[in-house]
């Protein structure tokens, strides 16, 4: 047997894992990432001097950094230390689901449009679209109504213009794929240098607040933000956006799994000619996929608005790009969307208090990091190679756009 057909047998075993062999794998890949960060740990510290009295022993030598430490900061760090006792939400337990939160939204806009076939680069660009309009638009809204009722109304209404503007904003690389046939991955990364160079031109001049020199909007009132639910104020974390990330996962999980629609981009991005063929809209299909996929790009900008800061300003963290791995994790599975991004979320919450409480240079702790996200998403990452290499089990495409085996009431 050559050693093409030997990877080629083992992309198809890989593809047909079923899902408790994926999680598996993925647990065995995430060890594997900690001992090799353990290594890796050693080995740096026993590169750099410290006092005796600093050091810590392993096999009768001495290390300057401890794997141990490390890695405990890392993970139980993130979770606010479950098990020292007098364990409080309202910690840095609540910066991991602020990053969650966060990183859901950005997940299921990626993962939508790798659903479909089409990469979109360009969450971080309507996140940023989305989340200018929302900070401009609810602060006229706070002139209308305020109080509980402000709350009431403008929250969703933030979501709503989030939503709006960001799906706007990914319309048009769609529109330029499905009628120009222009490479979406370029017009997606372009569109994210134009999208943070109009927000910082506006909130730098028309919407900037007249009493701070940085490039921000009008601060957000209170009540026009997400009320904090057993967090503290200072965690800027919301219990409602949370629910609203797990409402979100329901709902793009069963448009895709228990609807026409849902089917139309599943066939789509298995087997594009043959869903055109079955009668499937391909023009009609990337535009609302894409436009889908800034919406959600557009409500984690609206989140970070009125959730994190309280207004927009210049200079967005990566959350989009994040999102790129976090789809990439979950295997573009909404579902999982969710744990990969907790899994995110605590490597970036992390990564802080093993700064702080260690002395582990910042550098290594990136590398640590990625070497985690890469040896987990690397299974997934060749299981969708995999899938486009030999389309395994591809579900046929019956005439009339729906499933080949025929409806429920036959």
């Known amino acids: 047997m050559s050693a093409a057909d030997r990877v080629r047998r083992l992309l198809e075993r890989l593809v047909a894992a079923s899902a408790v062999e994926r999680i598996l794998i993925s647990s065995a890949a995430l060890l594997l990432s900690i001992l090799l960060g353990a290594v890796l740990v050693l080995v740096a510290g026993r590169m750099t001097t410290c006092a005796p009295s600093s050091a810590v022993y392993y096999f009768g030598t001495g290390f300057c950094y401890d794997p141990v430490l490390v890695f405990d900061r890392l993970f139980l760090g993130a979770l606010g230390e479950p098990f020292s006792g007098g364990w409080s939400p309202a910690g840095q337990f609540s910066v991991t689901l602020r990053e969650t939160t966060l990183l859901i939204f950005t997940g299921?806009?990626?993962?939508?449009?790798?659903?479909?076939?089409?990469?979109?680069?360009?969450?971080?660009?309507?996140?940023?679209v989305g989340g200018l309009a929302t900070a401009v638009l609810v602060l006229r809204g706070a002139d209308v109504v305020s109080g509980?009722?402000?709350?009431?109304?403008?929250?969703?209404?933030?979501?709503?213009?989030?939503?709006?503007?960001?799906?706007?904003?990914?319309?048009?690389?769609?529109?330029?794929?499905?009628?120009a046939d222009a490479n979406e991955v370029i017009t997606t990364i372009m569109l994210n240098f134009i999208a943070t160079g109009v927000t910082l031109?506006?909130?730098?001049?028309?919407?900037?607040?007249?009493?701070?020199?940085?490039?921000?909007?009008?601060?957000l009132p209170e009540f026009a933000q997400?009320?904090?639910?057993?967090?503290?104020?200072?965690?800027?974390f919301s219990l409602v956006a949370l629910a609203c990330g797990v409402l979100a996962i329901g709902g793009l999980y069963y448009l895709l799994e228990h609807t026409a629609f849902g089917y139309d981009i599943r066939t789509s991005g298995l087997q594009p000619e043959a869903a055109e063929y079955g009668g499937v809209d391909a023009k009609r299909t990337v535009v609302a996929s894409l436009t889908l996929s800034g919406a959600?790009?557009?409500?984690?900008?609206?989140?970070?608005v009125m959730m994190v800061l309280g207004?927009?300003?210049?200079?967005?963290?990566?959350?989009?790009?994040?999102?790129?791995?976090?789809?990439?994790?979950?295997?573009?599975?909404?579902?999982?969307?969710?744990?990969?991004?907790?899994?995110?979320?605590?490597?970036?919450s992390g990564t802080t208090i093993v700064q702080f409480a260690t002395d582990v240079p910042p550098q290594l702790v990136g590398v640590l990091r990625g070497l985690i996200i890469l040896f987990v998403a690397m299974p997934e990452f060749f299981r969708i190679v995999g899938r486009r290499v030999i389309d395994p089990g591809a579900e046929p495409v019956a005439t009339d756009g729906g499933h080949a085996g025929g409806s429920d009431d036959e």
């Open 311 to 348: 207004k927009f300003q210049s200079g967005l963290p990566a959350y989009g790009f994040d999102g790129i791995t976090v789809s990439i994790l979950a295997g573009n599975n909404p579902v999982g969307v969710a744990f990969a991004a907790l899994l995110f979320g605590v490597l970036k």
């Open 296 to 304: 959600f790009g557009g409500v984690a900008g609206a989140m970070y």
């Open 201 to 219: 031109y506006l909130v730098g001049g028309a919407f900037k607040d007249p009493e701070s020199a940085a490039n921000q909007t009008v601060p």
């Open 108 to 128: 299921l806009s990626v993962a939508l449009a790798f659903r479909a076939g089409i990469f979109n680069i360009g969450t971080q660009g309507q996140m940023a």
């Open 226 to 236: 997400f009320p904090t639910v057993l967090f503290g104020g200072r965690q800027d």
């Open 148 to 179: 509980v009722a402000g709350t009431i109304v403008l929250i969703p209404f933030g979501i709503v213009v989030g939503a709006v503007f960001g799906g706007l904003y990914g319309s048009i690389p769609g529109l330029l794929k499905a009628y």
